[in-house]
């Protein structure tokens, strides 16, 4: 399949490149690069083995720039991971956040719909479920209160494309929501590139790891878990890219809307994943404890069956893989892709 990958430059996206290609598909890249760097699509292209992968600098609010990539292309199916995701900033600029997110994805599938592709998998998140109502989580678990703008443009864009497929059930829409991504890919050549401070708990151990920041803050050790530090289902991120190839399979099935968690089923807790780290790697990871962090929750993993029932994807990384290849990627490129 011909393939449109918005937000291809990001984390998520320049992995799945790599395992479309692999799979014998083809793809072209719309990014506005307002959190990425072109460097990671010329690495993309070095790792696959062609000269390289069709790229539009291209906003997906701006109409007229996305009409022209239709006009140019023929595309089977988009996977929409362009959008706004710090959760921090989202608090702090909630307009900016539904107005990218919400507007940007408007504009794209009303171009997509002009140009009768009606096939789309879009970047949802474990966040839906907001304090899940049942552990481990499956697609049935209602979704909840998120606790922050961020989430609710996630919880309100499944809703968009939701009545979207009901008012033309010639849409296939496909949910995925990702619990904890981490990793890269094993060339160590492309990876997570988080400007400023990092949000999440793997780019920060890792960002100690190399010397950049002095220890970890762990947030909260009174948690109602084994260890009282907060749990998560942590998932490589090339298991997830393999997710969106198999997520096309149905969509050449006909699926109508379908909604699947791409997570392991297994939870780690903070703790786990600094013994994880250091063990595997060799490195001491310094940290504190330090109070909880506002809108937290203690406990949060899939139950990935739907996936693997209908799918046939199951996560085949496990934590040792995840630590490993997160400092690799740390390792060989300290300043992730600005120093080259
Ligand atoms: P990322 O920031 O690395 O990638 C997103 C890409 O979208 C960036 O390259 C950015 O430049 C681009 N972009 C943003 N707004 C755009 C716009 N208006 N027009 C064109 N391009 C735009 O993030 P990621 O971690 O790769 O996440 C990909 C998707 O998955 C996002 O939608 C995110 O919300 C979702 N998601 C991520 C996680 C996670 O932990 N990384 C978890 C759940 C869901
Ligand atoms: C965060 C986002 C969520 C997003 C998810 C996946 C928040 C409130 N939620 O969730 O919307 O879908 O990432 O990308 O940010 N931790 C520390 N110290 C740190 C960083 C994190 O102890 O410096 C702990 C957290 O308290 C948590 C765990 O590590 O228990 C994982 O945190 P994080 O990586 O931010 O992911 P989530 O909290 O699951």
Redesign the pocket.
């Given at each position: 399949m011909h393939i449109l990958v918005t937000g291809g430059a990001g984390y998520i996206g320049s992995h799945t490149l790599i395992e479309l290609y692999k799979a014998g598909h083809t793809a072209v890249v719309v990014d506005n690069l307002s959190n990425s760097n072109p460097e990671s699509l010329r690495r993309v292209a070095q790792i696959i083995g062609v000269d390289r992968i069709p790229f539009h600098q291209t906003d997906i609010r701006d109409r007229e720039g996305l009409e022209a990539v239709f006009t140019k292309h023929h595309f089977d199916a988009c996977i929409h991971f362009a959008g706004l995701?710090a959760?921090?900033e989202s608090v702090a600029k909630p307009w900016e956040y539904y107005e990218n997110n919400i507007s940007g994805t408007l504009v794209l599938v009303d171009v997509m719909r002009k140009h009768d592709c009606k096939n789309i998998i879009f970047s949802s998140?474990?966040?839906v479920y907001g304090d899940p109502a049942e552990i481990p989580i499956t697609e049935q678990c209602p979704k909840g209160q998120c606790?922050?703008p961020?989430?609710w443009t996630k919880s309100m864009l499944e809703q968009v494309l939701t009545d979207i497929q009901k008012a033309d059930p010639s849409w296939n829409v496909v949910l995925l929501r990702?619990?904890?991504?981490v990793g890269a890919h094993p060339s160590g050549r492309i990876g997570e590139n988080p400007n400023g401070t990092?949000?999440?708990?793997?780019p920060?151990i890792t960002q100690v790891a190399v010397g950049k920041r002095p220890q970890?803050?762990?947030?909260?050790n009174d948690y109602p878990t084994p260890d009282g530090?907060?749990?998560?289902d942590y998932i490589h991120v090339v298991d997830l890219a393999n997710g969106h190839v198999s997520a096309l399979k149905a969509i050449e099935c006909v699926c109508g809307l379908a909604i699947y968690n791409l997570g392991t089923g297994h939870g780690y807790s903070?703790l786990d994943m600094v013994n994880a780290f250091q063990r595997v790697n060799g490195v001491t990871i310094p940290y504190t404890i330090q109070s909880?962090?506002p809108?937290?929750i203690a406990t949060?993993y899939s139950n990935p069956a739907k996936a693997e029932q209908e799918l046939g994807w199951k996560a085949k990384f496990g934590i040792d893989d995840m630590v490993r290849d997160s400092w690799n990627w740390q390792r060989l490129n300290p300043d992730g892709y600005n120093e080259n």
């Amino acid at each position: 399949m011909h393939i449109l990958v918005t937000g291809g430059a990001g984390y998520i996206g320049s992995h799945t490149l790599i395992e479309l290609y692999k799979a014998g598909h083809t793809a072209v890249v719309v990014d506005n690069l307002s959190n990425s760097n072109p460097e990671s699509l010329r690495r993309v292209a070095q790792i696959i083995g062609v000269d390289r992968i069709p790229f539009h600098q291209t906003d997906i609010r701006d109409r007229e720039g996305l009409e022209a990539v239709f006009t140019k292309h023929h595309f089977d199916a988009c996977i929409h991971f362009a959008g706004l995701k710090a959760v921090g900033e989202s608090v702090a600029k909630p307009w900016e956040y539904y107005e990218n997110n919400i507007s940007g994805t408007l504009v794209l599938v009303d171009v997509m719909r002009k140009h009768d592709c009606k096939n789309i998998i879009f970047s949802s998140s474990a966040t839906v479920y907001g304090d899940p109502a049942e552990i481990p989580i499956t697609e049935q678990c209602p979704k909840g209160q998120c606790t922050n703008p961020y989430g609710w443009t996630k919880s309100m864009l499944e809703q968009v494309l939701t009545d979207i497929q009901k008012a033309d059930p010639s849409w296939n829409v496909v949910l995925l929501r990702y619990f904890n991504p981490v990793g890269a890919h094993p060339s160590g050549r492309i990876g997570e590139n988080p400007n400023g401070t990092p949000n999440n708990l793997m780019p920060y151990i890792t960002q100690v790891a190399v010397g950049k920041r002095p220890q970890l803050g762990i947030f909260g050790n009174d948690y109602p878990t084994p260890d009282g530090t907060g749990v998560r289902d942590y998932i490589h991120v090339v298991d997830l890219a393999n997710g969106h190839v198999s997520a096309l399979k149905a969509i050449e099935c006909v699926c109508g809307l379908a909604i699947y968690n791409l997570g392991t089923g297994h939870g780690y807790s903070v703790l786990d994943m600094v013994n994880a780290f250091q063990r595997v790697n060799g490195v001491t990871i310094p940290y504190t404890i330090q109070s909880r962090r506002p809108g937290d929750i203690a406990t949060c993993y899939s139950n990935p069956a739907k996936a693997e029932q209908e799918l046939g994807w199951k996560a085949k990384f496990g934590i040792d893989d995840m630590v490993r290849d997160s400092w690799n990627w740390q390792r060989l490129n300290p300043d992730g892709y600005n120093e080259n």
